[in-house]
């Protein structure tokens, strides 16, 4: 300990000489002997000069006196906190001895919308590549849970937050969802901008429901932004929404009945659900709407448009596709027009891509044009989809799928597609109009399974009540120029598609323009054919003449039906041919002839 003493002694003397000019020349080395021989020095020695920190005082929260916002926790990222003003069907308290926490009871009565936003932004986001994260607490499953960016025109649907996952010991389990791409797309993260936070319960008891959630971050990511590809103009998303208001319209006649549906994206899972519906309702059947039209439906007099969507199906029944445009808000009478009613296949037998997705496309263009359908925003312009089966001697309840196991289906990227019309076939002859079949062509109980140079195969399915196998064709391609002394007839080609014991009726009838279905019936005619190709010719001029079709330009179709010559005691069900070997028929060169008298 002497020595020690010893040596400090000395450091200090030579440090005090040091200040003299002839020191500050000297080598630094004596200050390096010096140094050495301090570090000789014991380990215990050396303990002895160290003192201990004192620890430091922990913040206590509750403090009046301590450090500002001792509330906002810290982490890599941004907190965010609920508005309970602004909430609706939702009412909040904050979580006791939580950071950014809040117990949420959700009312869950029928048409009420769940919603709560976060207060804006004091910052902009510095760094918009962000995920939201928090952990929660649920008794039961919240089936929906959507997300606005500051407002519900720009939304996005994450699906369903589960209360059955793995949790920490005191029952928080954490969520996590990558908001990069919504960021880029819907340009948010500016000062005020807020996320609404959109909760839909499983729950349908009308019973409240209890949702905690704390630690609500935008915190970092790595995930990378992907191009935004510029959007189509040709292009209508539909969607289909549980929590927007209702129009006067489906107030009347509802938004949706006999389903249920959750929502991840622009992908629907659909469940059919026995409702045991009252026969007196005009909406006797499984269907929900879309979200009313956004922008103005723009298709030019050369172009068509169509309703597409992907679908995933499984039924051994045929089942029909119905849908309803809504015209206006007249409340009086069901102003909704039926556009298709078809038959539809399983996914699975409908070309499914690698991921089984089927495609379904439809030709609207008739109906919009002719009601003008989504140039008046002003009233809510919509679709309905409806859904149902073909009504056959083992489906006697067509209204109740599921009862059947036609219990549900998924649907996406439903959307209106505006092209260009396909360039009419030409003539040879310029008195001769070719009539033409596709695939989205209306019908019933009919089927195409083949298309190939104007040759056309036709199959038909079971027999529904209305009592008819029918097709129409598309819309024609030009107005008709008859003159007084001239004359027109219809003509095609046809060959059975299994033997015909028994006569059978070909019916046309005048369709579009304007017509009523009254009254335009062209032809009913018993014919007895059972061999190769047969052609039939009809003159068409005095019923044409009477109802001006195809005189003008407009949305001018016939239809074509099949059926057989009922005889007592054999055919009892002459709407359904295929009952009687009856299975189909191929046409080819059908169309309009126009001759001299």
Not at 38 to 65: F, I, R, Y
Not at 539 to 556: C, E, F, N, P, R
């Amino acid at each position: 300990m002497e020595t020690k003493n010893f040596f400090i002694a000395e450091l200090l003397r030579i440090k005090k000489a040091m200040s003299s000019p002839m020191w500050r020349s000297m080598s630094l080395s004596v200050l390096f002997v010096f140094a050495c021989m301090l570090g000789a020095c014991s380990d215990d020695e050396e303990k002895e000069l160290v003192k201990e920190p004192e620890p430091e005082t922990p913040v206590d929260p509750d403090d009046p006196n301590g450090p500002d916002d001792p509330d906002t926790p810290q982490r890599d990222g941004t907190a965010l906190f609920l508005d309970a003003a602004k909430s609706s069907g939702i009412s909040l308290t904050e979580l006791a001895g939580e950071t950014n926490g809040y117990q949420l009871s959700i009312q869950t009565t029928d048409g009420s919308k769940y919603y709560i936003p976060t207060v804006g932004l004091k910052d902009a986001l510095a760094n918009k590549k962000v995920k939201l994260t928090f952990e929660y607490k649920c008794t039961e499953d919240i089936a929906q849970f959507n997300i606005g960016y500051s407002g519900e025109e720009n939304m996005n649907y994450f699906g369903k937050i589960e209360a059955d996952v793995d949790k920490d010991e005191d029952g928080w389990a954490p969520y996590s969802v990558s908001l990069v791409q919504d960021i880029e797309k819907y340009r948010w993260g500016n000062v005020d901008d807020w996320l609404g936070f959109y909760l839909q319960p499983a729950t349908k008891t009308g019973a409240p429901v209890t949702f905690e959630l704390r630690n609500i971050y935008l915190e970092k990511t790595d995930e990378q932004v992907e191009p935004i590809e510029p959007e189509d103009p040709n292009k209508y998303p539909l969607s289909f929404s549980s929590n927007r208001p209702s129009t006067a319209f489906e107030n009347k006649f509802g938004r949706a009945d006999g389903i249920e549906y959750t929502r991840n994206g622009d992908e629907y899972h659909i469940t059919f659900v026995d409702r045991h519906y009252d026969a007196t309702q005009s909406h006797n059947e499984h269907m929900f709407a879309t979200d009313p039209l956004t922008k103005m439906l723009n298709v030019g007099d050369n172009q068509k448009v169509e309703l597409v969507f992907k679908y995933k199906a499984s039924t051994q029944y045929p089942w029909q596709f119905t849908t309803f445009f809504q015209v206006n808000e007249e409340l009086a009478i069901f102003n909704a027009t039926v556009v298709d009613c078809q038959n539809m296949k399983a996914s699975a037998n409908a070309n499914p891509d690698s991921e089984g997705w089927a495609t379904y496309r439809h030709d609207l263009t008739s109906m919009v044009k002719l009601y003008k359908w989504g140039q008046d925003l002003s009233v809510s312009p919509q679709i309905r989809l409806r859904f149902r089966l073909m009504r056959s001697a083992e489906i006697t309840d067509p209204a109740h799928p599921e009862k059947y196991d036609f219990k549900e289906i998924d649907l996406k990227d439903v959307h209106l597609q505006v092209g260009d019309m396909p360039a009419p076939i030409e003539p040879e002859d310029p008195n001769v109009l070719a009539l033409i079949f596709s695939e989205s062509s209306t019908k019933a109980n009919v089927t195409i399974d083949k298309i190939e140079d104007g040759q056309y195969t036709l199959s038909f399915a079971a027999g529904g009540g209305h009592g008819e196998h029918f097709i129409e064709t598309d819309v024609l391609a030009q107005a008709l120029t008859v003159a007084d002394n001239q004359k027109i007839e219809l003509v095609f080609d046809y060959k059975s598609v299994g033997k015909i014991e028994y006569p059978w009726q070909f019916t046309a009838y005048l369709r579009g323009g304007g017509i009523a279905d009254n009254g335009n019936t062209i032809d009913m005619q018993p014919i007895e054919y059972k061999g190769d190709w047969g052609n039939i010719r009809m003159d068409i001029t005095d019923v044409l003449k009477a109802k001006q079709w195809g005189l003008s330009v407009s949305t001018y179709k016939m239809r074509f039906r099949f059926r057989l010559v009922r005889q007592n005691g054999v055919v009892d069900n002459p709407q359904c041919p295929e009952m009687y070997g009856f299975n189909g028929i191929e046409l080819k060169n059908v169309k309009l002839e126009i001759k001299d008298k």
